[in-house]
């Protein structure tokens, strides 16, 4: 259930189990956390490259339409009047356009799925699928896990076989109830996957073909969150029960590395700029400390200049003679050094940060990631960059 409340926030999950001893009943509640929902699916018709003999036989004997080349128009995506007039063509001189499509033979029909295994169309759309959303699953991640950092990231559609497939991933780091290392979590068409981790192709790719050590994160010591969600018209599962998808599949093994490296890409900049503000924290510790002695050091050489002989009294610059006159009438103490030498640390540190924030393009508060939802899924927005922050939406 904390799985299902991940990728579905804007949903309320609520277990209740009553015993026949009050104290030992249980209620769970996974609040709702938005009420932004995944964009519906839009209906579609097979792609030619996806469909089987049987598949063809079953949309031949259903379809209304009379003639060869209407059927073609009408019960596959991507084809329309001048290709299907060059597909036929080049299924011989047995066919023609005006030929009724339920006198087609056997062999006819297998004719026409080896010309869609060989012909090129045009990709379908990601219209038809319904992910849950960059948003909602940062959202989902934070809501349940608490992790120190995340970050997130939503592919565009790509295909499989004729059938359109969305990869979306999610990396945090740290969190509540997070064991050391890798913790995986799976989804397929926003279902979580539960069995036969090992085999899954997120859990080979997480564990074996992403060097965590390049984005700055320990695999082992660190509380790793992989999040990777595939929604597809048709998922690729493996084993009698569709318990794990598949290593075996190039194009979804490159979508999920590809997601994952994205999200730590983000992360290896959020983690770069804590390690320099904390460097730098510990810059300014490391000075303070040293304040008490130094200034004890620099009160006693004075005090010495300031009480030495006329005679041997060298020849100070006016300003000079001016501190040592103060020394002398204890207008300068070891207390007034202290304070001096933590003022010029203080201002020292500031004039570092300014200019490390600068150099950052951040003027004045550190950046934080706002997100807005779109109103409409089928906006293509870019992103917009100022000195001051980075403007995204996310779909």
């Given amino acids: 259930m904390r799985q299902m409340a991940v990728i579905t926030p804007y949903a309320q999950f609520l277990f209740k189990f009553v015993s026949d001893t009050p104290d030992k009943n249980v209620t769970i509640r996974f609040a709702r956390r938005t009420d932004v929902m995944p964009p519906v699916p839009s209906e579609t018709k097979h792609h030619p490259s996806s469909v089987d003999l049987l598949l063809i036989k079953r949309l031949i004997a259903d ?14 995506v991507n084809i329309g009047k001048s290709y299907a007039e060059r597909l036929i063509g080049e299924m011989g001189p047995d066919f023609s356009p005006k030929m009724s ?3 087609l033979t056997p062999q006819q029909i297998v004719r026409i799925h080896q010309l869609f295994r060989q012909a090129k169309f045009e990709d379908p759309h990601g219209d038809c699928l319904s992910p849950a959303g960059e948003y909602n699953l940062r959202l989902g991640i934070i809501k349940e896990l608490h992790p120190d950092m995340v970050a997130t990231y939503s592919g565009s559609a790509q295909v499989f076989e004729g059938h359109p497939f969305i ?16 913790n995986i979590f ?6 979580p996957l539960l069995f036969e981790q090992g085999a899954d192709v997120v859990t080979r790719t997480a564990m074996k073909r992403i060097n965590w050590n390049s984005y700055k994160i320990n695999q082992t010591q660190d509380k790793i969150g992989v999040f990777v969600s595939i929604v597809s018209t048709k998922i690729p599962f493996k084993g009698t029960g569709k318990e794990y998808i598949g290593d075996d599949i190039s194009e979804i093994a490159s979508a999920v590395k590809s997601s994952i490296q994205q999200c ?23 000075l303070s400390k040293y304040i008490p002695d130094a200034a004890n050091a620099i009160y006693d050489v004075l005090r010495e200049m300031a009480h030495s002989h006329p005679v041997k009294r060298k020849r100070y610059k006016d300003e000079d003679t001016e501190v040592l006159r103060k020394v002398s009438a204890h207008l300068i103490t070891r ?16 004039e570092m940060a300014l200019e490390y924030a600068t150099q950052s393009g951040v003027s004045e508060e550190p950046r934080e990631a706002i997100y807005i939802p779109s109103l409409e899924a089928g906006y293509n927005f870019i992103d917009f960059h100022s000195p001051a922050f980075v403007f995204r939406l996310i779909l």
């Fill in 63 to 76: 379809t209304s339409k009379q003639n060869l080349m209407q059927f073609l128009q009408h019960e596959f």
């Fill in 101 to 103: 499509v339920k006198s």
């Fill in 167 to 182: 990869v979306e991933a999610g990396v945090s780091v740290g969190g509540k109830d997070v064991k050391h290392g890798l």
């Fill in 186 to 191: 799976r989804f397929a068409n926003r279902i």
């Fill in 264 to 286: 730590c890409v983000q992360l290896k900049a959020k983690i770069v700029k804590k390690i320099q503000a904390r460097e730098q924290q510990e810059r300014k510790r490391n």
């Fill in 335 to 350: 207390e007034t050094l202290r304070e001096k030498l933590a003022q010029h640390v203080e201002q020292v540190d500031y």
